[in-house]
T-cell receptor, first 111, second 118 residues
Framework: GEDVEQSLFLSVREGDSSVINCTYT??????LYWYKQEPGAGLQLLTY?????DMKQDQRLTVLLNKKDKHLSLRIADTQTGDSAIYFC???????????FGGGTRVLVKP | GAVVSQHPSRVICKSGTSVKIECRSL??????MFWYRQFPKQSLMLMAT?????????EQGVEKDKFLINHASLTLSTLTVTSAHPEDSSFYIC??????????????FGPGTRLTVL
């Protein structure tokens, strides 16, 4: 079955850039997503990328996709304390629009 | 746009009782809604996929008689945890798929419901 993996934890200083990495195994993934979850809350869709794209930028967020290596990354520029949260990558493949989530990366932004 | 609400946000109940959680898409019609369960410091586990007007599709290992799902309209799905036990305590999150209008399979998530069974 599909598998999505992320590193567990990332610590970054306020104002620096954060890079969160994700790898997946399903070569037929159609869409890849990044979600943000703050404590006790649901998931907020940050951005998504189609599998035929290499890069997508949206304000402070840049998504890079290396389809050959099945590697997805999210770069947050000028990281702020409000960016502290858990970030999940997810993919949807051929099984309709079911999402497979990674385990989440906890990002801690230090002042 | 694409707002999904859940009610209640938090519920505490006694063991053996049933609890109903509502999931609503507020500003769009969702033909598909999903129910997830999340344990502390873990990822989301898909429980079932709910399509309006038809029976829900449950993931392997999820008891359909325990977790009853009803998707009565294009904006409302409900999850009923029947005869709840302490091990059912968890964070339950729903999502609604906005696929018709935008041509993608994007899921928008509700804020979650924290269930505690005493």
């Amino acid at each position: 079955g599909e598998d999505v993996e992320q590193s567990l934890f990332l610590s970054v200083r306020e104002g620096d850039s954060s890079v969160i990495n994700c790898t997946y195994t399903d070569s037929s993934s159609t869409y890849l997503y990044w979600y943000k979850q703050e404590p006790g809350a649901g998931l907020q869709l940050l951005t998504y990328i189609f599998s035929n794209m290499d890069m997508k930028q949206d304000q402070r967020l840049t998504v890079l996709l290396n389809k050959k290596d099945k590697h997805l990354s999210l770069r947050i520029a000028d990281t702020q304390t409000g960016d502290s949260a858990i970030y999940f990558c997810a993919e949807s493949g051929t099984a309709g629009n079911k999402l497979t989530f990674g385990g989440g990366t906890r990002v801690l932004v230090k002042p | 746009g694409a707002v999904v609400s859940q009610h209640p946000s938090r519920v505490i109940c006694k063991s053996g009782t049933s609890v109903k959680i509502e999931c609503r898409s507020l500003d769009f019609q969702a033909t598909t809604m999903f129910w997830y369960r999340q344990f502390p410091k873990q990822s989301l586990m898909l429980m079932a996929t709910s399509n309006e007007g038809s029976k829900a599709t449950y993931e392997q290992g999820v008891e359909k008689d325990k977790f009853l799902i009803n998707h009565a309209s294009l904006t409302l799905s409900t999850l009923t945890v029947t005869s709840a036990h302490p091990e059912d305590s968890s964070f339950y999150i729903c999502s609604a798929s906005l696929s018709v209008l935008r041509g993608t399979d994007t899921q928008y998530f509700g804020p979650g419901t924290r269930l505690t069974v005493l």
